[in-house]
């Protein structure tokens, strides 16, 4: 799975921190959120740490899952 890349954070004066994703807003965090989100990302991998706070970390088995006879809503494969 290649690791995700292109998050950065801006910590505003206010306490506010807002995470952007290829230059998009992605997330804004205020009060202990922000202190528990910046804590985190000073003691980890960074890219990692703001993908899962901003909900675009993906595990790997979506589409394994998408193709399993039980999520296919009555559908039969193959047809």
Do not use: C
Request: hydrophobic fraction near 30%; glycine fraction near 14%.
């Amino acid at each position: 799975m290649p690791q995700p890349r292109g998050f950065g954070y801006e910590q505003r004066t206010d306490g506010t921190v807002v995470v952007v994703h290829h230059g998009r807003t992605a997330a804004t965090l205020r009060g202990a959120r922000a202190q528990k989100f910046l804590a985190e990302v000073e003691s980890g991998d960074r890219q990692l740490v703001m993908a899962r706070w901003t909900g675009a970390y993906k595990i790997g088995n979506e589409r394994t899952a998408r193709n399993h006879p039980r999520n296919q809503g009555g559908r039969t494969r193959g047809r």
